[in-house]
């Protein structure tokens, strides 16, 4: 299984910005699928995961301002961010899941965002 | 919020020696539908993304060498490297996998005494 991340960039607050993630290896609908950022030289935070029958959760701190989708035709994920605040500024891993509560056992390498005016 | 606690925050071994981080979650973590206890292990090289070691708290993932193991149940979890390698500098995180918002402990900072 392979994940790769793209879309990251500098942005000013208040902005917007898609992340996308090509999956291969397994298709997006057969796994659990979730964001999860590392801000610099911080830990890990999840973010936002889609459940196989496609429901979604957030982490209170992107709850409506990120919105997580997947395309099943295109085999991606994608993570849609407005209202960027400075706190947002991370590398954001694309990850997944064969398991329900075995933790993520795929990892993208990440993209980088930076929020800054 | 499940809060996941590691320590120590830094640990020093000496090569060959055994390396021990506890994690320790605010609520239980056991599944009462698989009987598992939903807590992963990953290793953090620098400039690389984390690497799952550990699932259900104990079952070693494909590929991690055998000097890495996982124990523990409802609420607190132990990894333990039996004897350090070099390539195990690293930086460890615990997970708990059973509920949203899935949470990480603050991390563990392993070096080479």
């Known amino acids: 299984a392979q994940l790769v991340e793209s879309g990251g960039a500098l942005v000013q607050p208040g902005g917007s910005l898609r992340l996308s993630c090509a999956v291969s290896?397994?298709?997006?609908?057969?796994?659990?699928l979730s964001w999860v950022r590392q801000a610099p030289g911080k830990g890990l935070e999840w973010v936002s995961v889609i459940l196989l029958a496609g429901s979604t959760t957030y982490a209170d701190s992107v709850k409506g301002r990120f919105t997580i989708s997947r395309d099943s035709s295109k085999n991606m994920l994608f993570l849609q961010m407005t209202s960027l605040r400075t706190e947002d500024t991370a590398v954001y891993y694309c990850?997944?899941?064969?398991?329900?509560?075995?933790?993520?056992?795929?990892w993208g390498q990440g993209t980088l965002v930076t929020v800054s005016s | 919020d499940i809060v996941m606690t590691q320590s120590p925050d830094s640990l020093a071994v000496s090569l060959g020696e055994r390396a021990t981080i506890n994690c320790k979650s605010s609520h239980s973590v056991l599944s009462t539908s698989s009987y598992r206890n939903c807590v992963a292990w990953y290793q953090q090289r620098p400039g690389q993304p984390p690497r799952l070691l550990i699932y259900w708290a104990s079952t070693r993932e494909s590929g991690v060498p055998d000097r890495f193991s996982g124990s523990g149940s409802g609420t607190d979890f132990t990894l333990t490297i039996s004897s350090l390698q070099a390539e195990d500098v690293a930086v460890y995180y615990c997970q708990q996998a059973y509920t949203t918002p899935y949470t990480f402990g603050q991390g563990t900072r392993l070096e080479i005494k």
């Open positions: 290896g397994f298709t997006v609908d057969s796994n659990y």
């Open positions: 990850v997944g899941s064969s398991s329900r509560g075995l933790g993520f056992d795929f």
